[in-house]
């Protein structure tokens, strides 16, 4: 009698098992935010080539689903993978290969730092990215005499942290051909007494650009790698790369399909001639890892070198207004010609004049059309007659909320109160657009998709300043700030029925926390870290 209950037992079990779907992968006793319409909790989902199958609580996957790899979560909080909807991947991992000047806190340090990266390096060409004059106690642009003394022979260019000022050297400048007499539209080259500072603010800076040598094709390799590693421990899965030139777009397709990429890049086409011509009359390219279906422009410049263009002078520098990188009338006959075809037009607008522009622009070219998506990139300063236009269908708002927590130290000095209160206003934009991209600018900002929710969330930056909140009227909740990091930064590049949340049906992009950021007390949000990063089903973190 016993043999027999064993035998059915046995055969009960086996046949339990058949019935089960094989899968891949199930992920089970998991906090998991979904992320979906209803903005709905899970607790485990199965995954089969590549893609969410089914989500749902414990019981229910593990006695439907039968897989190889089981992984229990142990509670912890699982996101979709987080998705960056504005930086510069690819020009993160160049920065390796140059002087990081990033936090330098004078412009002895920089010279300390550009001084030792060539006593390792020896390099015919010093580049470097990242002192911001705003944070040094003399908050005034450098000059390049000291640079001029140390290194006469060799030329350096070392970029401001928002990369619309270069600091270059006599060298530099000789190479270049530039001279005091030298004139560029869209931008300005400093003079002192007549003869040059070594400062070019936004388009003289091309003629320094023209001059720095170009990576190889291993240099670009290893500064894509590396921008891919560490995004991944910040639990990005999608990065929207705002300005690649062909090649680049080429050669990450390449990496892609050799899997030596597995980042997810949404590729923005930067704006000249010769990439305008070559995809304009070409349908959109897409896989499953490449999107191209955009174009960056430059409205105007950045608000720290003073090149953001606004309707009234700046505020500490008279009779100063910025200057158009991209004049109203190349904007216009740009969006003209891309509004015939299924490409985006994101545009770069700072000032409250350059968005005034760009959103006049937009607004004329897609008359008559329907969703279109075309971004603002950074919306950073509106004018009050200028906030309605973002309840147009076809415009959509794409933000850094680091940006407001790294400007607002000086922002009021460059703006006024009354101009600052427009600015950096990324509920009231939520609240008219509907929804809101965020990302972060990297390598502008640093990478940290937490320094992000937590500024965005609190508005606050790293030192948990200022004790109340930067304008805190203006911070998102933290199911805002998830959705823009996630479904809605989706939305913006047309992917959001592939990713940006839980469902089934789409990529396998989640991440795994070591806390869960929507529940915990708000100053211990930047202290939360990435356990594991998953892309495909595939682990890569």
């Known amino acids: 009698m016993i043999k027999k209950i064993l035998l059915l037992a046995l055969i009960t079990i086996t046949f339990s098992c058949a019935q089960k779907e094989q899968v891949d992968t199930i992920i089970f006793n998991a906090k998991v935010y979904t992320v979906d319409a209803n903005f709905s909790n899970a607790e485990a989902f199965a995954i089969k080539d590549g893609k969410f199958v089914a989500v749902g ?21 699982v996101l979709p993978g987080f998705i960056d909807a504005h930086c510069h991947f690819y020009g993160l991992g160049l920065n390796k290969q140059s002087v990081d000047l990033v936090g330098t806190e004078s412009f002895e340090e920089v010279i300390e730092r550009v001084s030792q990266f060539q006593k390792e390096k020896n390099v015919p060409f010093i580049t470097g990215r990242g002192w911001d004059q705003n944070d040094w106690e003399v908050q005034e642009f450098p000059t390049k005499e000291r640079l001029d003394e140390l290194f006469p022979n060799t030329p350096i260019a070392l970029t401001r942290v928002d990369g619309h000022a270069y600091l270059v050297n006599q060298k530099a400048l000789d190479m270049a051909g530039i001279t005091p007499e030298t004139k560029v539209a869209g931008g300005e080259i400093q003079l002192k007494d007549g003869k040059l500072t070594g400062i070019l603010i936004d388009n003289p800076m091309d003629l320094i650009g023209n001059i720095i040598p170009l990576p190889n094709r291993t240099q670009a390799i290893e500064a894509l790698k590396d921008a891919q590693k560490e995004c991944f421990s910040y639990g990005l899965t999608t990065v929207n790369d705002a300005g690649l030139s062909k090649n680049v ?20 086409i930067s704006n000249t001639p010769a990439n305008v011509d070559h995809y304009i009359n070409k349908e959109p390219y897409k896989t499953d890892y490449l999107n191209v279906r955009s174009f960056k422009v430059y409205g105007d410049g950045a608000l720290g070198s003073r090149g953001a263009v606004l309707k009234e002078s700046y505020s500490d520098k008279e009779n100063h207004f910025g200057a158009m990188v ?3 009338e190349d904007l216009s006959k740009l969006a003209a010609r891309i509004a015939k075809t299924k490409y985006q037009m994101n545009t770069h607008a700072i000032g409250d004049s350059a968005n005034y522009y760009v959103l006049k622009t937009y607004a004329k070219a897609l008359k008559g059309q329907t969703d ?18 973002f309840k147009n269908e ?4 794409s933000v850094q909320p680091t940006h407001a927590t790294s400007d607002m130290y000086w922002a009021g000095d460059r703006l006024g109160e009354v101009r600052e209160k427009g600015a950096y206003a990324y509920k009231r934009l939520l609240n008219l657009s509907g929804k809101i991209a965020l990302g972060t600018d990297f390598p502008v900002e640093y990478v940290s998709t937490f320094k992000t929710f937590y500024a965005a969330v609190a508005r606050k930056d790293s030192k948990h300043y200022p004790e109340n909140g930067y304008q805190k009227e203006n911070g998102l909740s933290r199911e805002e700030t998830l959705k823009g990091m996630t479904i809605w930064a989706a939305y913006s590049n047309f992917e959001e029925n592939e990713k940006g949340s839980i469902e089934i049906g789409k990529f396998a992009d989640f991440i795994v926390l070591d806390k869960n950021i929507m529940e915990i007390p708000e100053n211990e949000i930047l202290k939360t870290t990435v356990s594991e990063t998953y892309v495909a089903g595939k682990k890569v973190k």
């Not at 279109?372 to 236009?389: M, S």
Request: proline share 3%.
């Open 394 to 397: 076809n415009i959509i708002p």
């Open 372 to 389: 279109r998506r075309w971004k603002i990139e950074h919306a950073q300063v509106i004018d009050e007659t200028d906030f309605d236009v």
């Open 249 to 268: 777009i080429n050669l990450i397709d390449s990496l892609q399909k050799a899997n030596v990429l597995k980042m997810r890049v949404y590729a923005m």
């Open 326 to 328: 991209t004049s109203p």
């Open 57 to 77: 609580n414990t019981n229910d996957i593990l006695k439907k689903y039968e897989a190889e790899k089981k992984i229990d979560i142990n509670g912890k909080t």
